[in-house]
């Protein structure tokens, strides 16, 4: 097919550096005529989405004596080319995606070359190349043996085993700790979000006060309007931020999505309004811990850390927090355990790129911590559990579950209780990572915020999808004004 330079020039009418980035098609089309571009709509780890030129297609890989084609998409952000793209491989429903150092279970693909991006000493035409010249090392996809992975309907009934208790694991018992301490939390936000962590923290009765502070003027949109006309016990509604004075916990919610802009001018949009909102609530509530539940989460809770001048043990991002829950939950399940027994952990970039960790039922000791369980396949029981999980956050109401998992750090913090929680926290010093991102790993939680932070052995290719991840996330950073 001829390159048409006029139909790309409209698929790219809300690029900002259009021209560049037609003149690397022209580049790309010449050296790898193959390849195909179109413009799709890209769903992003937040739920937002955006219409993307993206280049389908298959590289030629030549691999111990073998020639293959490797299926591959790659999405062009609207900052290119100064944003790294989106790489991820298409397997047909014959292959098998081979999880490693420069791939993860959902096919994205992670290399130095996007890791270090920089224009213009990088660009599309390179990146192919390079991708090519590490798939002939280790070949990212396989053919499929029989009973590689479960069907859709394996995954259904692995979730129904779990809500109908099938595993004869009985509901966790209560926790038994110290009184919690009697304060005030205030959310802040707008919409559904903000309405369910209300909610679940009046539910969980946990706190004497709760001060809800919209950050838009639409009530309707903002819930404030039902929360006024169904009047709430313990809440109190109001657009005055000395409401919310010496707060114990502070919950931020608040976005500005509004679907029209750039992903970058969207985040840019957020920073601003946190730039109004933060200073304020920091000005009340100086001894407060902050609870950032505002997507993207890793960046919100890095932006609100740098506007209120808080150490970042006071700042957690809600992160992976509920994924790990899910995980512990249903890996228990499977193995007859209880969820804190598991030491199972999501950690990482909240939304695609996390990291799955689960130690196993042997501990230091080489001991097997469940006899009724003999000789379990690690791999297996780890992946069977996290492909329920999977089909489990598809089919989930995402506002009040992220609620819920908002009032299970609310309550630890209140309670003093000292459980671990993978939240969003400062990852600088950890898995060689030397930028400062805020990235999810294992922290102890109590009223001082995080007081602790473990860090689960890993493999070398896991550490790696981290260092990607934060170099990602710092790359983003740079380029928005706070």
């Known amino acids: 097919m ?101 791939v993860d279970t959902r096919g994205r693909i992670y290399l130095p070359y996007l890791q270090h991006w920089s224009h213009p000493k990088t660009n599309i035409t390179g990146l192919l190349n390079d991708m090519i010249a590490k798939f002939e090392e280790v070949t990212p996809l396989y053919t499929k043996r029989s009973a590689e992975a479960p069907s859709l309907t394996d995954i259904n009934t692995i979730i129904a085993k779990i809500s109908s208790g099938a595993s004869d694991i009985g509901a966790e018992p209560p926790m ?41 003027e639409n009530t ?76 993207p989460v890793d960046v919100m809770t890095y932006v609100s850390w740098r506007l209120s001048g808080f150490p970042p043990h006071r700042v957690i991002g809600t992160g992976c927090n509920l994924d790990t829950r899910r995980f512990q939950f249903i890996l228990g399940k499977s193995v007859k355990m ?35 369980i003999v000789n379990p396949d690690h791999e297996t029981c780890k992946q069977q559990a996290y492909w329920a999980f999977k089909g489990l956050k598809d089919k989930s109401q995402r506002s009040w579950s992220v609620g819920l998992s908002v009032t299970d750090l609310t309550e630890t913090v209140l309670r003093n209780l000292d459980h671990s929680h993978s939240v969003s926290t400062l990852v600088k010093g950890w898995y060689g990572i030397s930028s400062e991102v805020f990235l999810s790993l294992p922290c102890t939680l109590t009223r001082a915020g995080v007081v602790s932070v473990s860090a689960p052995k890993i493999s070398e290719q896991d550490e790696e999808m981290l260092q990607n991840s934060a170099a990602t996330l710092q790359n983003l950073l740079q380029q928005l004004k706070i």
Not at 262 to 281: G, H, K
Not at 346 to 369: A, F, M, S, T, Y
């Open 338 to 372: 209880s969820p804190a027994e598991t030491e199972a952990w999501i950690i990482g970039e909240h939304g695609g790129n996390e990291v799955c960790v689960w130690k196993g039922l042997e501990r230091d000791n080489g001991q097997n911590i469940n006899p009724d």
């Open 220 to 295: 309707v949109k903002s819930g404030t309007l039902d929360m006024e006309i169904f009047h709430l016990p313990k809440v109190e509604i109001s657009r005055d931020y000395s409401k919310s004075a010496d707060s114990s916990v502070v919950i931020v919610t608040a976005n500005t999505w509004g679907g029209e802009e750039s992903y970058l001018e969207a985040l840019q949009s957020n920073v601003d309004l946190f730039r109004s909102i933060i200073p304020n609530i920091v000005q009340h509530s100086p001894n407060c811990v902050l609870v950032i539940a505002s997507q």
């Open 2 to 102: 001829a390159f048409n330079e006029e139909t790309l020039k409209r698929q790219l009418g809300k690029y900002k550096f259009r021209d560049l980035t037609i003149n690397e098609m022209k580049d790309v089309h010449q050296k790898f005529p193959d390849l195909k571009s179109s413009q799709d709509t890209y769903t992003f780890s937040d739920g937002s989405q955006k219409d993307l030129l993206n280049i389908i297609g298959t590289i030629p890989v030549r691999h111990q004596g073998s020639s293959y084609n490797i299926p591959i998409r790659i999405w062009i952000l609207d900052s290119h080319p100064f944003g790294p793209p989106l790489c991820f491989l298409r397997p047909t429903s014959k292959m098998v995606i081979r999880v490693g150092k420069h």
């Open 176 to 216: 038994q700790a110290a009184d919690y301490y009697s304060s005030k939390v205030t959310v802040l936000g707008t919409g559904d979000l903000g309405m369910a962590c209300t909610m679940s923290i009046l539910a969980k009765d946990i706190v004497k006060k709760i001060v809800f502070i919209p950050t838009t």
